[in-house]
């Protein structure tokens, strides 16, 4: 039976203003088959639509696959995230509740955060592994890790089920 999206990366990255041009380096460190989820909300539209344009013809060479979060569709994506729509959908997860919620809305894949202190939301309190290990336990939907994530962390997490991980900052240059 031929699926109806991708198949849900292992590895993903996160768009973030703050890669600013380190943004096309980590989308070539970014191993194939790899997932991008293209963020940008803070530029106005015609902007967004243009840099999400030119991540689609890097995604495109590197056979990565590209998701938009935000409400407005975009040329050359190959799913969502946070939103129903055509193709793949992930979910961001930060309870077992939201958990739930992103499964019957149809979410093909959970990001669930903060696994571990980020960046992104400095001192948001983040799950640690025994209280992330305890949300996604049971869950029927493949799980990927994301705050404060790299390849050791995940590795931390492995025993839990985790299909994969995202990040930010692992991926920008050194």
């Given at each position: 039976?031929?699926?109806?999206?991708?198949?849900?990366?292992?590895?993903?990255?996160?768009?973030?203003p703050?890669?600013?041009?380190?943004?096309?380096?980590?989308?070539?460190?970014?191993?194939?088959?790899?997932?991008?989820?293209f963020?940008?909300?803070?530029?106005?539209?015609?902007?967004?639509?243009?840099?999400?344009a030119?991540?689609?013809?890097?995604?495109?060479?590197?056979?990565?696959?590209?998701?938009?979060?935000?409400?407005?569709?975009?040329?050359?994506?190959?799913?969502?995230?946070?939103?129903?729509?055509?193709?793949?959908?992930?979910?961001?997860?930060?309870?077992?509740?939201?958990?739930?919620?992103?499964i019957?809305?149809?979410?093909?894949?959970?990001?669930?955060?903060?696994?571990?202190?980020?960046?992104?939301?400095?001192?948001?309190?983040?799950?640690?592994?025994?209280?992330?290990?305890?949300?996604?336990?049971?869950?029927?939907?493949?799980?990927?890790?994301?705050?404060?994530?790299?390849?050791?962390?995940?590795?931390?997490?492995?025993?839990?089920?985790?299909?994969?991980?995202?990040?930010?900052?692992?991926?920008?240059?050194?």
């Amino acid at each position: 039976m031929p699926t109806r999206h991708p198949p849900i990366p292992r590895l993903w990255l996160m768009t973030d203003p703050r890669l600013g041009d380190g943004l096309w380096d980590a989308l070539e460190r970014l191993p194939r088959g790899s997932g991008i989820i293209f963020r940008h909300y803070q530029l106005p539209l015609d902007q967004r639509r243009a840099l999400f344009a030119r991540i689609a013809q890097v995604a495109r060479r590197r056979r990565l696959v590209l998701l938009r979060a935000g409400a407005h569709p975009m040329r050359g994506e190959a799913g969502t995230h946070g939103r129903r729509g055509r193709g793949l959908t992930t979910w961001p997860v930060h309870s077992r509740r939201e958990a739930v919620a992103a499964i019957r809305a149809g979410a093909d894949a959970l990001l669930v955060s903060p696994a571990f202190p980020t960046r992104s939301h400095p001192g948001a309190a983040a799950l640690g592994p025994v209280r992330f290990g305890l949300l996604v336990r049971g869950l029927d939907r493949p799980v990927i890790a994301l705050g404060g994530m790299n390849a050791a962390r995940a590795k931390r997490l492995q025993p839990f089920g985790i299909r994969g991980w995202a990040a930010i900052d692992a991926w920008a240059p050194a």
